[in-house]
């Protein structure tokens, strides 16, 4: 099983206290806000606007004016939140990043680095340093029968308890155009999916996901 410390490299995010304490990555998703808040309120004033309560934008981010910011939420150095972006909430973003067109955000934590460019939907996730989502690639965070989210591993089926779960994706994971990462998907570091590909599970790291849902290993 993927745990938290062999998914990601806590070394680069700001949240490597909080996401220390827990052994499933998706376990980190209920603390989200609250961890939001109370990073804002050590970060230096000189460094950071705070154009609202809960709000927290590095000074050197690019903001288009057409964006939308909802609190709680704090952007990092250097992150591009383009056109049209809908951060709804509860989004702690590195530096480096970028949020692109028609973006949607919402309960997520990305890592510096990270890439949701185009026409993204990212729900009740973490995404990994490095790690890129293709254009039109989603992660979908609710069953249909609307049940709590299982994580399916091989044989084994590993509880979440939440209703809201959509991916993990560890340090420099490539998903491919609009391929959809189902509720409870768990991705290993240094991972590829190909576009239009349909994922669940568990997908160990450095392996490939064909869109004919063959996995392989990398050589």
Avoid at 13 to 35: K, N, R
Avoid at 102 to 128: A, C, R
Avoid at 135 to 161: F, Y
């Amino acid at each position: 099983m993927i745990t938290i410390q062999n998914l990601f490299d806590l070394n680069h995010t700001q949240a490597a206290s909080y996401l220390e304490q827990f052994t499933y990555p998706w376990e980190a998703l209920e603390g989200i806000h609250d961890l939001i808040l109370e990073l804002g309120k050590s970060l230096p004033e000189e460094a950071y606007d705070h154009p609202e309560e809960g709000i927290w934008i590095h000074k050197t981010a690019d903001v288009f004016p057409s964006a939308y910011i909802g609190a709680p939420c704090i952007i990092g150095a250097h992150t591009q939140v383009r056109h049209g972006a809908f951060i709804r909430q509860s989004a702690l973003v590195g530096e480096n990043c970028v949020v692109g067109n028609s973006v949607e955000l919402k309960n997520v934590i990305l890592f510096d680095n990270v890439e949701t460019p185009h026409y993204n939907y990212v729900g009740d996730s973490i995404l990994g340093f490095h790690a890129h989502m293709g254009a039109g690639s989603i992660t979908s965070n609710v069953r249909a029968d609307r049940q709590p989210v299982w994580v399916h591993d091989g044989d084994k089926d590993l509880e979440t308890g939440r209703k809201k779960f959509g991916a993990m994706l560890g340090d420099y994971v490539e998903v491919g155009c609009n391929a959809v990462l189902n509720p409870g998907t768990v991705i290993g570091p240094h991972t590829n999916i190909y576009p239009t590909t349909c994922v669940r599970g568990v997908v160990a790291p450095e392996s490939i996901v064909k869109n004919s849902g063959e996995i392989v290993k990398k050589r």
